[in-house]
């Protein structure tokens, strides 16, 4: 009998890409449980369609996809929870900004949500629960960061998401359920158009004629991974037994400053775009880049993707998606 997979999160960036990965190579029931603060229904319902599968608009338990809008804090959710092996929890308030703003209503979305979820998971005997967490918790680090560095979160974003880490792993060596966190370094890729990261960002510019901004003086460094290399691995993770109660650090290992970025999309986009440099913004980290040997180790991870072919594939998604999302 087919696994069922329920994907929190999964109209969002990260869960579209989750979502056309397993559509196209495997062979799972899904379950988007998404609010559409942020997500997209529209594009998830294409996807879905594309596969020769009904976008069933409420959960239908027999049926090979299920689109549920609901909040990740409601505790109503037994009836889903009882027919799903696997969770794979994206959904979250994303932004650091927003966190500073306003923590509390942070904390709600990425603490409560991620405890409410942990608790229907035990009462449900969920086979594993992957936690989608971010380099955030780890705050200003020598990098490369790794799964040993002591967090010390320099935002609320940060500290929720180190709180939703504890919570995975106190409900590991609690109940048994098996958590795996995933902290994601700079991910880029198809459907990100709703975000702000600085890949979607000049991509929105360029297409649009207008200047990239460069906040410093551009020799800032990130580790930038493509979604799809995350969605072969989430799901390696929930394929595989006995890997619940740890951490893993997800990148490319690869570090490239934003003046390397520019000049890899100087080479695809073909057009002489203005670049703006602007004074750099507080807070932001110098150095940033992944160890992913754990990773590797215990998983077989292997990105496949380096970043001139990801971008490539990223600006031809753009180019074509700019108007429709
Ligand atoms: N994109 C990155 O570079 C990056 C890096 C590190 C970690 N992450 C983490 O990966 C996950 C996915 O990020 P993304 O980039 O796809 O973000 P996204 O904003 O595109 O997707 C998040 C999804 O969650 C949904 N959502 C938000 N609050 C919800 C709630 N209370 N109940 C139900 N649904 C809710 C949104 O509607 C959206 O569809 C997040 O947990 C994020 O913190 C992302």
Known sequence: MKKTVLITGGAGFIGLNLVDYILKKKNYKIIVL????????GLLKKKVEDNGLIFNKKFSPDKDFSFVKADIRDKNLDNIFEKTDYIVHLAAQTGVIPSIEDPFKDAETNIMGTLNLLNLSVKHNIKKFIFSSSAAPLGEQIPPLDE???????????????????????F????GLETVVFRFSNVYGIFS??????I????????RRKPIYVYGDGNQTRDFIFAEDLAEIIVRAFEKDNIGGEIYQLGTGVETSVNQLISYIKEIVNYNFEIEYKPERKGEIRRNFASIEKAKKILGFNPKYDLKKGLKLTYNWFLENIDKS
């Open 148 to 170: 040993r560095k002591i967090p010390s979160p320099l935002s609320p974003y940060g500290a929720s998401k180190l709180a939703a880490e504890g919570y995975c792993k106190a």
């Open 193 to 198: 158009y709703h975000k702000g990261s600085v």
């Open 200 to 207: 979607a960002e000049f991509y929105k510019r360029i297409i």
């Open 34 to 41: 998404d609010n559409l603060s942020s997500g997209n229904s």
């Open 172 to 175: 590991y060596g609690s109940f």
